[in-house]
């Protein structure tokens, strides 16, 4: 089912690459997350879901796991923060209006190429080599 969601899951320095995308829009995500949630700010719910969305998208971006979606959730924290749901906290990484459509544009990206073979979502859903064995059966047929 979540094949489907994935083009390719290409290895070698392709795979390096989407790596490197999903570990530093993750990290990014759960960092930036997480200076939202200590900030001391007031707890509501336009507040507290965005902060959510972030670190928990942050993390699957990290393993590797339900990509496509875990893209969503910090594309769609990201969109919530550039028009301020959150107000910015100090010590904020992705400071301005502006500072997050690097962000977007990241998995936005990554939510368009997949995983990669470096991830829980290649090893669950990519391409397995299916082994038939010789037919025990003689040939007379």
């Not at 700010?41 to 969305?53: D, E, H, M, N, R």
């Not at 796991?65 to 010590?91: E, R």
Request: proline share 6%; with cysteine; charged share 5%.
């Amino acid at each position: 089912m979540l094949q489907r969601l994935f083009s390719t899951f290409p290895g070698g320095r392709p795979g390096a690459a989407l790596l490197l995308l999903r570990v530093t829009a993750g990290v990014t995500s759960v960092v930036q997350g997480v200076l939202y949630l200590t900030s001391g700010g007031k707890w509501a719910f336009g507040v507290l879901l965005p902060c959510i969305l972030l670190v928990l998208g942050g993390v699957f971006l990290l393993i590797g796991f339900i990509t496509p979606f875990a893209s969503g959730l910090v594309g769609i924290a990201g969109i919530g923060n550039a028009i301020l749901w959150v107000p910015a906290p100090n010590g904020n990484l992705l400071d301005g209006k502006l500072g997050f459509l690097p962000m977007i544009a990241v998995v936005g990206a990554i939510a368009l190429l997949g995983p990669g073979a470096f991830s829980v979502d290649a090893y669950l859903f990519g391409r397995h080599e299916i082994v038939i064995p010789a037919s025990s059966r003689s040939a007379q047929s």
